[in-house]
Every structure is written in structure tokens, then in C-alpha cells.
């Protein structure tokens, strides 16, 4: 594994991104084929699935991470997601490499077709990559397919479970946009609190708070705007982000925060053991993780998690890890 500190990475590769980007002609906005997903109102309490970094690998990334059949292992999430058929997919971003090019779209769209098909949903977030070079671009790209989306926030019914999916973004957002998300974040929160009908709450974003990721950082704005107002309510229990490329698992302030980054991206290695900056309850000094995604069910009055990961042979999805969570004080 090639080393280089994670800070002169990040700025090695915005300086390599905004150079191509004054050469690069700007893209047409024109609408071409694609799937199109539409929100639904009717839910239960049913299997669903969270995901995420599903991008394949940029050759300016590939200088400081190695490659590992990442299309072949992204390809394979999508497949054994589908055996699974679950009612909702959740999409924590980074969906493709660049938002703007529908040749990065194609080969999702591929799946995105096939999932319609078999009329499962999908609610995606926006990650960095959907906004790299032309962001205008790359949001048009998205809500083509996710006409839905709202950029600052949405949630997502599930049964008695309710989904919170907000856009970590925030150096993309104007301040009234971050003040508009916020103050609609909080309210949906204490309304859900208050709601009979809904027992558990997860909160979801792109950029995690807390991670040991060497090469991307735990994001300080969601630590600040988002972890707050999640641990202050009685009804969520379970914060998932993406964005470092490996399964992670936190405790803070007795809530769990899981890092769900496996969908394909070139994984990323971790500080691990005394070199780690928060402490992983996922207990394995293994690093990088293998591909992966999040089965998610409730069931009588528990949240079940699992980790579905893909073995080192690529020949099978393996039960790596559970989390339950029970909803109501015992």
C-alpha cells in the first residue's frame, strides 16, 4: 500500500481536479435516457438496504490507493442486493465518479433499470463526487433519475421507521440553504418524537463525523450541525454516513454511528488499534475492509443491523457484523 499523509492527498488531488477543470469544455445539460424513481407513500416494515461509494475508481486516486477489482466488487454489491429483493434501497452518495457525464451513469443506470423493474425504491443522497468539476451539472444528473431529492433534506418512511437523508455538502450550500435544512432537520426530528406511529429514527448523510479513515477526514460541519440534534432526540438511534471507503462502527454519548463506504470505491486504509482516532467497536485490526452494504429490519421492537460483506475470493457475501438496537426502553 502506497503511504502518503491524508491532508496531501486530499490536496494533491483538488489541485489535480480544479487544473483539469479549466481545460475541460462545460457539459451539455441536455436530458438524455435514463430511469426515472418516484417517492412512494405506502410503506411497512419492510427489509431495506443502505449503501454507498458506489463510484468507480478516479485515475488521479489510483496514484495513492490500490486498485482491487472495484467494478467487478461494485457489480457484485448490486447483484446480491437484488437477491436479497428488499422494498427501499438507501444511497448514502457517491453513486458515480463525476455527476456531470452520463458516461459514468450508464453502468448504473444499468442496475438502476433492473431495480425499477423489480419495483424496488431508491432514495439516494448527493456525495462529493455527484458535485465534482461542474456541480450545477451533476445535481441535473441527479434529479433526472431522482426528480424527489430535496438538497436540503428529506426522509423516507419505512413502517415505524423513519429515515432522515441530509445533504453534508455544506461548502456547495449557501447559507440560507444550511439554515433552511437545519431548521427543517430539527423540526422533523421533534415532530417524530412526538409521532405514535414511528418507534425508531435513523439519521444518514455522505461525510461521517467520526472516522479513522487515513486518507479522507471525519467531517467537523456534520459533527456540529447534525450529531447534535440526533442525540437529542428519544426516537433516533442509529447515524450511517459513507465517505471513507470501509465498514466502521462508534459509540458516542450511547448512540451508535456507523461508516458504510463499501459499495466499490478503491477502500481505504484505517488507523487502527493505538493509532486510532475513535474507538472502532467493530473489532478487527483488518485494514482495508472488503466490500459491503447494510441490511436493515425491525422487528419486534429491535433494530437489526447487518453487515453483508464480500469475501477476499469474491465468491460470496458473508454476515460480517450485527447491531441491535432495541426501540423501546425495556
Known amino acids: 500500500m502506497k503511504k502518503l499523509n491524508p491532508v496531501a492527498i486530499m490536496l494533491i488531488i483538488s489541485l489535480l481536479t480544479f487544473s483539469i477543470s479549466l481545460w475541460l469544455p462545460i457539459p451539455s445539460l441536455d436530458v438524455t435516457d435514463h430511469p426515472v424513481f418516484h417517492k412512494s407513500d405506502i410503506s411497512g416494515n419492510e427489509e431495506i438496504i443502505f449503501m454507498s461509494d458506489t463510484q468507480e475508481p478516479v485515475w488521479v486516486e489510483t496514484f495513492f490507493l490500490d486498485e482491487n477489482h472495484n467494478i467487478e466488487a461494485r ?3 448490486f447483484k446480491e442486493i437484488m437477491k436479497i429483493k428488499p422494498s427501499k434501497i438507501i444511497h448514502l452518495g457517491d453513486i458515480v465518479s463525476f455527476g456531470y457525464k452520463d458516461e459514468e451513469w450508464k453502468a448504473i443506470d444499468k442496475y438502476l433499470y433492473q431495480l425499477l423493474e423489480k419495483n424496488i425504491e431508491f432514495y ?11 456541480p450545477e451539472a ?3 444528473k441527479f434529479m433526472e433519475r431522482f426528480p424527489f431529492y430535496s438538497k436540503t433534506g428529506y426522509s423516507v418512511n419505512n413502517g415505524n421507521t423513519e429515515i432522515i437523508l441530509l445533504n453534508s455538502n455544506f461548502s456547495d450550500l449557501t447559507e440560507k440553504e444550511i439554515e433552511i435544512q437545519q431548521k427543517w432537520y430539527e423540526k422533523k426530528l421533534k415532530s417524530l418524537d412526538s409521532d405514535s406511529t414511528i418507534t425508531a429514527v435513523i439519521v444518514a448523510a455522505h461525510h461521517p463525523p467520526f472516522t479513522n479513515s487515513k486518507i479522507i477526514l471525519y467531517s467537523v460541519d456534520v459533527q456540529k450541525s447534525f450529531v447534535p440534534p440526533f442525540l437529542q432526540s428519544q426516537k433516533a438511534k442509529v447515524f450511517i454516513s459513507g465517505h471513507s471507503h470501509a465498514f466502521e462502527h462508534f459509540k458516542y454519548k450511547g448512540k451508535d454511528f456507523l ?9 481505504q486504509p484505517l488507523y487502527v488499534g493505538k493509532e486510532e482516532q475513535f474507538i472502532d467497536q467493530y473489532s478487527t485490526t483488518t485494514t482495508p475492509r472488503m466490500f459491503h452494504f447494510l441490511d436493515y429490519k425491525l422487528e419486534n421492537d429491535t433494530m437489526h443491523f447487518t453487515v453483508k460483506m464480500l469475501d477476499e475470493t469474491f465468491s460470496k457475501f458473508n454476515n460480517e457484523y450485527e447491531l441491535k438496537i432495541p426501540v423501546v426502553d425495556r
Do not use: M
Not at 439516494?124 to 461542474?134: A, I, M
Open 75 to 77: 457489480d457484485l454489491v
Open 124 to 134: 439516494p443522497t448527493l456525495g462529493n463526487h455527484e458535485l465534482f468539476l461542474f
Open 138 to 140: 451533476g445535481v441535473q
Open 259 to 267: 461508516v458504510i463506504g463499501g459499495g466499490g470505491g478503491l477502500q
